[in-house]
Each structure stands twice: as structure tokens, then as C-alpha cells.
């Protein structure tokens, strides 16, 4: 049996156990473009919290990126496991910036002052959900535009919780239509604020997007031009041969 290191932020403390072959196998056969899904069924299903938020679809996305590598790292029995081939897991971990801030003031955009709050599983994986629904918008586009609607809000009006998918998911799509619709000019303002409260908001890692998802940022190199490429720790690298083999 595999044995998992606990699991320790700022806030959260948590046992990882080794997913069942039943369960790995479920997990194989979820499709290779749902990143998010899979993470939230691989932390549902091998994370016990000991102190803190015990739905893991309510941590940050980096926090599950940072659970996701220590799954990873076990299952490879390398710590500072290989990414790529000149990478490895150290160049992107910020650890040093652990402490999750409280929603950010960005400034203000055409009148109206933003707030930026942190992306949390449940909206990753809404934005996830959405992709391909809204006409002309795909790829990095759709990832950029639905994490603005998710994290993006007026000052003057923080965004009311949502009970479920259905609801967080209409919120998020309705958002992304008023930002697609802003000028050109207004939206590379909004896209401005938004990259300057991301930096406000880093801890563990540096987050951005592609046209599949979410992706990790190699660590800032000093000065020096780095070769390293962004990252994305997918939830099925964790599995085992045995397992892949079940599921087809």
C-alpha cells in the first residue's frame, strides 16, 4: 500500500489513502478533457481533512493542484518528480507563498470598482462544464472569460452563494456574456485588473490558462530566460497500469 506525507497548509490539514482499483478504475473512464472533474473525483475519493474545509470542490484550485502532486509524487515515489523533459515538480511550487487572501480590491473599470476573489474547484469545474455553450467562444477564450466571471465582481455587489451546479453554472454563463459583450478597449481593462489581482492572489502556484484548462507557471527564474513550459497536473496521471487496463 502506498503511503501519502499529510497534507499541510496555511489552512488545511489532510490524510491522503490510495484509491481503490474499483474507484481508479471509474476514475479512468472519465473523459480526458474533464481536468476538473477528475480532480474532484480523485480528492473526494483519497482526501480525509483533518482541519479545515472539508469539500474539496471549495478549495482553490491551487490547493487541488498541490493535493493532485502529492497523490502524484507518492504514486511515483519522487518527491520533486520530472515534468517535461527539463522540469521538475520544485520549479513550479511556490510554497514559500502559502496564506489564501481575502477577495482583492483591482481598481476601477469604466466607473465601477472590482473585486477579485479566488477560483475555487466548484468554479473551475463549472466553467468546465460550460465550454462549447456559448456561441463563438472556445479554448483559451471561453477558460479566460469564464474565470473572469467567476472571480471578477462589483465592489458593490459580491456575488451571492450558490446552492448548486445548475444555478453557479447559469450565473457563470450569464457573466461571461455581459464581459464578451463589453468594447475591446474596456475589456483589455477588466483583463488588466483581473492579471493584477491574480498576483495578488498567488499562493502555491502561479495559474494561468490554455485552451484545455487550467495550467501551472514554472517559478520565476532570477533574471534568466526559462525553457520550462506551463504545467497541468492531471488527476488520471496518477493511475496505474492495472488500472488503465481495467477500464478499457
Not at 109 to 132: C, K, P, Q, T, Y
Not at 135 to 149: E, Q, Y
Not at 224 to 243: M, T
Request: negative net charge; aromatic residues 8%.
Amino acid at each position: 500500500m502506498i503511503k501519502f506525507p499529510t497534507l499541510r497548509t496555511s489552512r488545511l490539514t489532510a490524510e491522503l489513502g490510495e484509491l481503490s482499483i474499483a474507484t481508479a478504475v471509474q476514475l479512468a473512464k472519465i473523459p480526458a478533457d474533464q481536468h476538473e472533474q477528475a480532480t474532484t473525483f480523485l480528492l473526494s475519493h483519497s482526501v480525509k481533512v483533518l482541519d479545515g474545509e472539508a469539500d474539496v470542490r471549495l478549495w482553490t484550485v491551487q490547493e487541488r493542484l498541490l493535493a493532485v502532486a502529492y497523490y502524484l509524487a507518492a504514486t511515483l515515489d519522487e518527491p520533486n518528480f520530472a515534468i517535461g523533459d527539463e522540469g521538475a515538480f520544485l520549479d513550479y511550487l511556490a510554497g514559500e507563498v502559502d496564506a489564501v487572501a481575502a477577495p482583492v480590491s483591482v481598481g476601477e473599470v469604466e466607473g465601477d470598482a472590482f473585486m477579485l476573489r479566488h477560483l475555487s474547484g466548484a468554479m473551475a469545474e463549472s466553467i468546465e462544464r460550460l465550454h462549447g455553450e456559448l456561441d463563438g467562444i472556445s479554448g483559451r477564450f471561453h477558460w479566460l472569460l469564464g474565470c473572469l466571471a467567476a472571480q471578477l465582481y462589483p465592489a458593490a455587489h459580491p456575488p451571492a452563494e450558490t446552492g448548486h451546479d445548475g444555478a453557479l453554472d447559469e450565473v457563470i454563463r450569464q457573466r461571461m456574456q455581459v464581459f464578451a459583450a463589453y468594447p475591446d478597449s474596456v475589456f483589455a481593462q477588466l483583463l488588466a485588473a483581473f492579471y493584477q489581482g491574480q498576483q495578488q492572489l498567488q499562493h502555491l502556484f502561479a495559474v494561468d490558462v490554455d485552451e484545455s484548462g487550467l495550467v501551472v507557471l514554472p517559478k520565476p527564474t532570477g533574471g534568466a530566460e526559462s525553457n520550462l513550459f506551463p504545467a497541468r497536473f492531471p488527476a488520471v496521471e496518477c493511475l496505474s497500469e492495472l488500472a488503465w487496463a481495467m477500464a478499457r
